[in-house]
Nanobody, 123 residues
């Protein structure tokens, strides 16, 4: 069972980036997938969540700028990030679990974690 987040990079403020989370050894479609991020010196925070069925959820900081989606045929979940800001700079992690919707942003609710991908937004 493995999750791999990839696609991070260095972009300028205002630009877009799409990161991906690919699974091997299990079907992502059977799980809810959360994106979390952690900046240096800060706690890990939930960014977005997509249910195994329908339903997407966003942190206030991501609403209107980020879009989470999934392609079950490719066993992959995506996070499209637009209008990026320097404060979005962090290591982004994906996680698979079955959290209750009201607690999607709590990291302990997830079973499997990817290794993270660095997103850096320059001003």
């Amino acid at each position: 069972v493995q999750l791999q987040a990839f696609g991070g990079g260095l972009v300028q403020a205002g630009e877009s980036l799409k990161i991906s989370c690919a699974a091997s050894g299990f079907r992502l479609g059977d799980y809810g997938i959360g994106w979390f991020r952690q900046a240096p010196g800060r706690e890990r925070e939930g960014v977005s969540y997509i249910r195994s069925g329908h339903g997407t959820y966003y942190a206030d900081s991501a609403k209107g700028r980020f879009t989470i989606s999934r392609d079950n045929a490719k066993n992959t979940v995506y996070l499209q990030m637009n209008s990026l800001k320097p404060e979005d700079t962090a290591v982004y992690y994906c996680a698979a679990g079955r959290p209750i919707v009201s607690a999607w942003f709590i990291s302990s609710m997830y079973y499997y974690w990817g290794q993270g991908t660095q997103v850096t937004v320059s001003s």
